[in-house]
């Protein structure tokens, strides 16, 4: 067993962050906005095809079976997307407000997805390695959402911000629990060096990812975002005592205040 754990990185590590999110969420995040970390963990891991562009030149995981792709690629998918989503709500969960409809929401998936999933394609066709395609492809997409609804500015901040030091936080324990992982990444290439121990394309993806995938998700679930804090909290459980622990401390008047 210790063997089959230490063998398949990738697939250990996957089902690791997925449970840690889901548990994190279950316990912080009030039912909307956990039900939108699973929906959106959901829409992403359709897109686990779209891995194979990045088999052999960005990197060449062990799967169960050794195959191309994998069980790993789909939890792999629905997990960043899920992590993602969790660090938004966490944030901005108070200000948050769904109006999701089934028309507009296929409307903005078929439009939105598939722009994403055209320019992925066009940019592997004319010869642009996976990693460098999707980076660019979830810079453009998501620059030109920001663009398109620029109400969802918040979204867009919050996970450019917090992402990255999520998912960098999780790779650098991942690289802890399984040593060898990284050499499943290809160090000649240029996305595979190695920055603090992690290769630079795990650092551009999670930068350009917390960009895109919040504002893929604000847009198709028709999010807006309340100009003023709500008394609600976006938290509950665990999450809604630590509230209360901090709550004394913010209305607690400066110096300058009560001077």
């Known amino acids: 067993m210790k063997g089959f754990f230490q063998n398949y990185p990738y697939l250990w590590a996957s089902l690791l962050s997925l449970f840690v999110f889901v548990t994190l969420s279950v316990l912080l995040l009030r ?26 030149v960005y990197w060449s995981p062990v799967r169960l079976g050794h195959r191309l792709l994998g069980m790993e690629d789909v939890i792999c998918s629905f997990m960043v997307a899920a992590m993602a989503w969790f660090a938004v709500a966490l944030v901005l969960g108070n200000r948050i407000t769904y109006t999701f409809r089934v028309e507009v929401w296929i409307k903005r998936f078929i439009s939105l997805a598939g722009a994403s999933v055209a320019l992925f394609l066009l940019l592997c066709q004319i010869g642009w390695s996976g990693m460098t395609a999707l980076v660019v492809t979830c810079l453009s997409v998501g620059s030109t959402t920001l663009w398109w609804r620029r109400d969802l500015w918040p979204l867009a901040l919050a996970g450019t911000l917090i992402f990255p030091l999520l998912y960098l936080l999780v790779v650098k324990i991942d690289f802890w629990i399984w040593p060898r992982f990284v050499e499943q990444w290809n160090a000649a290439g240029p996305w595979g060096r190695g920055y603090w121990g992690i290769p630079l394309g795990e650092i551009a993806w999670s930068v350009v990812f917390g960009l895109y995938w919040p504002l893929f998700t604000g847009h198709i679930f028709d ?9 609600s909290a976006p938290v509950v459980g665990i999450g809604r005592h630590i509230r209360s622990a901090l709550t004394p401390l913010a209305r607690r008047p400066s110096r300058s205040s009560s001077a």
Do not use: Y
């Open 31 to 56: 039912k909307d906005h956990r039900n939108t970390v699973i929906f959106s963990g959901l829409v992403n891991s359709t897109a686990f095809v779209f891995l194979i562009h990045l088999e052999g």
């Open 223 to 231: 999010i807006s975002l309340k100009r003023h804090l709500s008394q």
